[in-house]
C-alpha cells in the first residue's frame, strides 16, 4: 500500500527560498558512489561497489534529523551518487527523509537496475521529483558519454514510466565539446517527452570530467542566449548548473526586449551557487560547498551540517560576492550570477576567481545595488 507523502497526495506548495546565510535552498546528499555506469564525465569517479565507509543507515536517520535543525524552510533535499540504488536501504532513507517532511529528490542511473516497479515505488514512497540524465538525442550519442550500450533506452523507458505514475521529471543533459551542437535536438527530443523540467549542465573539468572538451566562453553564450529563446516556447522549466551567467543573459535580453519584471522562477535563482544556497554531504559524511566544488570543510560524523554551512570561513567567503576575484569580482552582476565557484577553483585552484567560461567584460564601476529590485529590471 503507498504511504502518503506530506503534501496528502496534492502537488507541493511551491519552493520557497529561505536565508540563504542560514540554510540552504539545496543540499545533495550522495548516498553512494557505487554506480554500474562509468560516464565519462563521473565527478564522482563512481567504482562497481560500495565503499566500506559509506554513512551507515543509522548515521544517515541521525543527518536527516540534524538537516531539520537549519529550520523553516526546509531545504530540499536531493539522494545522488553513484547510483543511490545501489544501496539496499534506499527506499528507508526515502521514507524517512519524506516522513521529516522534506522536499525529497531522486537521481538514479539510467541502467537495468532502474525498473518500473522501482519507479513506482519512488512515487509511492512520496518523492517529489526524479532526476535522469539524457546526454544526447540518439542512442548512439548518448550512449557515447555513458560508456554503456543500452543506457539511452533505459533512460527513455524511465521517463515513460514515471509520466505513467505522474512522478515529476527533471532531465539533467551534459554541455561539452561532444555534446554542445546535439544540444537543440535533446531540448526538442524533451518537448516530445513531456518533462517538467531541464538542467543544463556546463562541464566543470573534475572527476572523469577532465578527459572531455571544453566549450569557449563565446559558445557557451551563444548557448545560453539559444536557452533564453527556447525556455520562451519549452513547456517546461530550465536551468543551468555552472552556468550562472545564464542569470545575467536573461537579465540583459529581458531588459533589451522591454520587459520590466523576470519571471519568479528565475529569481528564485539569483544568489544561488555553489557553498551559497547550496551544501553537498558526501558517501563518507564529507562536507563540500557542492559536489563539482570538493573541498572538505568538514565530516558529519564530528561536525554538525548547520554549524559548517553558517560558519565555516569558506562558507561564508562563497555567499559573500565582494570577495570574489579578477572579472567576477568587478561585474555588476555579481550578487545575482557570481560565476562557477566551482570551475573557478577546478581551473585556478581559488574558489573565489572569475568564471573562465563566461565571455561577458563587466562594467567599469562595478556597482551591482540596483540591478533587480524585488523582481523589478532597474
Not at 520557497?16 to 543540499?27: S, T
Not at 514510466?161 to 527530443?189: M, S
Not at 566562453?217 to 551567467?245: C, G, R, S, V
Amino acid at each position: 500500500m503507498a504511504r502518503p507523502s506530506p503534501t496528502n497526495g496534492k502537488r507541493p506548495p511551491a519552493f520557497q527560498r529561505p536565508d540563504i546565510h542560514k540554510a540552504p535552498m539545496l543540499i545533495y546528499w550522495e548516498v553512494t558512489r557505487a554506480c554500474d555506469l562509468v560516464c565519462r564525465h563521473c565527478r564522482a569517479e563512481a567504482q562497481p561497489h560500495r565503499h566500506p565507509l559509506e554513512l551507515t543507515t543509522e548515521e544517515g536517520l541521525a543527518l536527516l534529523d540534524k538537516f531539520l535543525e537549519f529550520g523553516e524552510p526546509k531545504p530540499h533535499i536531493v539522494f545522488t551518487g553513484g547510483d543511490p540504488l545501489k544501496r539496499p536501504d534506499l527506499f528507508d532513507l526515502l521514507q524517512a527523509s519524506v516522513e521529516r517532511g522534506f522536499l525529497t529528490a531522486i537521481t538514479p542511473s539510467g541502467t537495468y537496475a532502474l525498473t518500473r516497479d522501482v519507479v513506482h515505488r519512488f512515487k509511492d514512497v512520496g518523492v517529489w521529483m526524479m532526476s535522469v540524465s539524457l546526454d544526447g538525442s540518439t542512442p548512439e550519442r548518448h550512449d557515447a558519454i555513458r560508456m554503456v550500450p543500452g543506457s539511452f533506452e533505459q533512460t527513455i523507458a524511465a521517463i515513460r514510466w514515471a509520466k505513467e505514475t505522474g512522478l515529476p521529471l527533471q532531465i539533467n543533459t551534459l554541455v561539452c565539446a561532444e555534446t554542445y551542437d546535439d544540444i537543440p535536438n535533446i531540448g526538442r527530443l524533451l518537448v516530445d517527452l513531456g518533462v517538467e523540467r531541464w538542467s543544463v549542465f556546463f562541464l566543470v573539468p573534475v572527476g572523469r570530467g577532465k578527459v572531455l572538451g571544453d566549450i569557449t566562453p563565446e559558445q557557451a553564450e551563444d548557448l545560453l542566449n539559444w536557452l533564453y529563446d527556447f525556455a520562451k516556447e519549452a513547456p517546461f522549466a530550465i536551468k543551468t548548473t555552472e552556468a550562472h551567467h545564464y542569470r545575467r543573459v536573461a537579465l540583459q535580453r529581458a531588459k533589451a526586449e522591454g520587459n520590466r519584471e523576470m519571471p519568479k522562477r528565475l529569481r528564485l535563482g539569483f544568489g544561488i551557487r555553489d557553498g551559497s544556497g547550496i551544501m553537498f554531504v558526501s558517501h563518507i559524511g564529507e562536507i563540500y560547498p557542492a559536489g563539482f566544488l570538493p573541498i572538505v570543510t568538514g565530516n558529519v560524523r564530528t561536525h554538525h551540517p548547520v554549524e559548517v554551512y553558517r560558519h565555516h570561513p569558506l562558507f561564508r567567503a562563497l555567499r559573500d560576492p565582494d570577495q570574489m576575484k579578477g572579472k567576477c569580482g568587478g561585474c555588476e552582476y555579481r550578487k545575482v550570477c557570481g560565476g562557477s565557484r566551482a570551475r573557478a577553483y577546478a581551473v585556478f585552484g581559488d574558489p573565489l576567481e572569475w568564471d573562465p567560461l563566461c565571455a561577458y567584460q563587466p562594467r567599469a564601476d562595478g556597482r551591482s545595488s540596483s540591478i533587480v529590485h524585488e523582481g523589478a529590471i532597474v
